[in-house]
């Protein structure tokens, strides 16, 4: 038999090869754009990542109130006091023995308590800030309590002098005022005899410090705590070592002080920010004092420099006190006067000589009874 054979259009290639071999070339370049697409999510990942880090700001709010807030700095691990709104600064606290350049984070244990503020480094210790009743009004104060979490952690924030006045504390042998030129070692927050020991405290009569921005440091009587004084650098408060207690203390701020008005201070101290200008002028006379005292003055305000207070030293004081007989209302309205608009301190002795003339006049008035006492003469 004749077979005829197949007829077959030799050009045309048969669909099952033309797809195998179409998916065999376009399969390299399926993974080629899978692994692009890959490396471009990744690096827009890490450039998104890297400009969120950039544009992020090194301080963040853990705690606000009405006239001021409580910020962490992460650079240096500090926290930081700011009046509201402006965001004046305040104070400065540089925080020691914990690994403070590690940032808390953005919502902390007491979340559920917008007057706290809570934070623990793992084996080291616990931040926990409150907001607290004022101490005055016109004031917002603020709770700082570091409890350790180990027995070996000592605890110990420092507070910086930069821009800021300090006063009060304890009395040393080299008395400053204010504090901020006193150096000393960390010792007990205690009243102590500087006769006994010279190099640590004398008497101390509030543990408080104050600041010409209009924030105070107050230390509860039953807290105890170490002091040290670096000059023009800062003072420090630490817990003893190997004792496990907590650093606390409570910071007060004054909405008043950007007004320039002390009325939230005690009247025993400067306004905020008030530079102190000391009497060097001749004091042989009360005449003289007076006269050196109206020149000082008036050069102070030739270059507007009529705010502050002038401070007069212990002989100066006592001339004046001596020459002045008039009722006391009328001489102090009387040494204000010399240096308006500026302020007047004076400087004071508990001690004084029998033969001063103002101890004869206290005997003479028959005020020595009541308003001196003196030390007995040993027997022999």
């Given amino acids: 038999d004749l077979t005829m054979p197949l007829s077959r259009h030799t050009g045309q290639i048969p669909e099952s090869t033309w797809t195998l071999g179409f998916r065999e070339m ?3 370049w399926k993974g080629a754009v899978g692994c692009l ?14 400009w969120q880090a950039l544009e992020q700001s090194p301080e963040e709010w853990v705690l606000r109130g009405r006239d001021a807030g409580m910020l962490w700095e992460r650079g240096r691990g500090a926290l930081l006091l700011r009046a509201l709104p402006a965001g004046r600064p305040v104070l400065a606290i540089a925080v020691g023995s914990v690994p403070a350049t590690e940032p808390p984070p953005p919502r902390d244990r007491c979340w559920h308590d917008g007057r706290q503020f ?22 917002e104060c603020y709770g700082v309590r570091w409890t350790p979490l180990r027995p ?14 300090w006063y009060g504390g304890p009395s040393i042998r080299a008395q400053r005022w204010p504090l901020n030129g006193a150096e000393s070692p960390a010792q007990p927050l205690v009243s102590g005899d500087l006769s006994a020991n010279p190099d640590g405290f004398g008497p ?30 800062q003072f420090c408060l630490e817990t003893p070592a190997g004792r496990e ?49 109206r020149s ?37 309205r009387q040494a204000s006067a010399l ?7 004076i400087t004071l002795s508990p001690y004084a000589g029998v033969t001063s003339p103002l101890f004869q006049r206290s005997l003479r008035g028959g005020e020595a009874a009541g308003y001196w006492l003196s030390r007995q003469p040993r027997p022999g």
């Fill in 204 to 233: 101390l009569l509030e543990r408080y410090f104050l600041g010409s921005t209009g924030v105070t440091v107050t230390v509860a009587p039953d807290v105890s705590l170490l002091l040290s004084l670096e000059s023009h650098q």
């Fill in 26 to 28: 376009t399969e390299p």
């Fill in 339 to 345: 240096v308006e608009p500026l302020e007047l301190s």
């Fill in 118 to 139: 809570c934070y623990s480094w793992e084996e080291d210790a616990e931040l926990r800030l409150s907001l607290e009743p004022p101490a005055a009004p016109g004031t």
């Fill in 37 to 50: 697409g890959v490396a471009v999510f990744f690096a827009m990942t890490i450039g998104i990542i890297s």
């Fill in 152 to 165: 070996d952690v000592t605890l110990k924030d420092c507070f910086s002098m930069a821009n800021v006045s």
């Fill in 245 to 293: 207690e907590a650093l606390q203390y409570q910071l007060c701020v004054s909405a008043d002080c950007p007004a320039r008005s002390p009325k939230h201070l005690t009247k025993d101290f400067p306004p905020c920010r008030s530079p102190i200008w000391r009497y060097h002028g001749p004091e042989s006379s009360a005449a003289k004092i007076k006269r050196g005292l």
């Fill in 296 to 332: 000082l003055v008036r050069r102070l305000k030739r270059h507007r420099l009529q705010e502050g207070v002038v401070a007069l030293g212990e002989r100066g004081t006592a001339v004046l006190a001596a020459a002045d007989l008039v009722p006391s209302g009328r001489r102090k």
